[in-house]
């Protein structure tokens, strides 16, 4: 299916979206943001699709929700239409991996949508930014509750009361991002570690991602608790059985999704 402001590809195992406006350094526009809570959804519902990468262009992962877009609307219109809100909730209720691949500005909502991936893969050129409060507003996607759990009060305050941005090597030290690459060597990198995870028995790879996010919404006996327990359900997969057998008789899994 085409979409107007992003690519999909799909490459094996592993869907490549590229969010694509470079005259407007990829802001956000509602479109966009339509665009990709439908194929974030369609990603989720392909059993063939096991691992996803969102990137941008060289220059810009994102710049930001889209300003010239916002600065006609008054706080009614944000509300009624529950702005940022829709897509948003099919992003973030994939159940799938997937991953960020950023070069170049990730600002506002750009930063937001990159820290709703499972990790993000930083080209050096990287720039994450919350820069709202120069227009008067503060984050709206996540923004304030997300950079604050990946870099801590003091980086995330200042952050967002100065507008500064944080280069590639200071996200990594702080935690916000998982690896540098250098900025040509990024898509190959992000596809391969892509195809690495897609290569993963499926239900464990979703299990994983399900047990990590645990981590920031429950505390600490509650979720080693569900963990055992969402380990123990795996145990009765086929593809426990394959994994264990396939490592005792030295071979590779082949893995059935179930
Ligand atoms: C709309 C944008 C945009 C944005 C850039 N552009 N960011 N358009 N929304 N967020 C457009 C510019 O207007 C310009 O279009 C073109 O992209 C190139 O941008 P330049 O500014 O000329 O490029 P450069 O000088 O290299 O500066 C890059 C930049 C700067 C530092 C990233 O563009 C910038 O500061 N952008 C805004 C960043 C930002 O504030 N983001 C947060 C948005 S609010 P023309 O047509 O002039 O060539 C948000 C959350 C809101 O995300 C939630 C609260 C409700």
Not at 47 to 66: I, M, N, W, Y
Not at 228 to 246: C, N, P, V, Y
């Amino acid at each position: 299916m085409a979409y107007e402001t992003i690519l999909v590809e799909q490459r094996d195992a592993v869907t490549l979206v590229t969010l694509n406006r470079p005259q407007a350094l990829n802001a956000l526009n509602s479109q966009v943001l339509r665009d990709l809570g439908e194929v974030f959804a369609a990603y989720d519902a392909d059993p063939s699709q096991r691992c996803l990468v969102l990137t941008g262009s060289e220059k810009a992962f994102a710049a930001g929700a889209d300003i010239k877009e916002m600065v006609e609307k008054d706080s009614a219109d944000f509300f009624l239409e529950d702005f940022f809100s829709g897509w948003q909730s099919k992003v973030v209720a994939t159940r799938k991996p997937w991953i960020a691949a950023v070069a170049g500005f990730a600002l506002g909502g750009g930063c937001e949508l990159a820290m709703m991936a499972d990790f993000i893969l930083a080209a050096d050129t990287a720039k994450f930014g919350q820069p709202e409060i120069k227009l008067g507003v503060a984050p709206g996607m996540g923004g304030s509750q997300r950079l604050t759990r990946a870099v801590g009060k003091a980086k995330a305050m200042e952050m967002c009361l100065t507008g500064r941005m944080m280069g590639a090597e200071e996200a990594e030290s702080a935690g916000l991002v998982a690896r540098i690459v250098p900025a040509a060597d990024l898509l190959e990198d992000a596809l391969k570690t892509a195809a690495t995870i897609a290569g993963m028995p499926p239900m464990a790879a979703m299990v994983n991602k399900e047990m990590v996010n645990l981590a920031f919404e429950t505390g600490l006996a509650q979720g080693i608790l569900t963990e055992r327990r969402l380990f123990q359900i795996l145990t009765a997969t086929e593809d426990k059985k394959e994994g264990m057998e396939a490592f005792v008789a030295k071979r590779p899994g082949v893995w059935k999704g179930r």
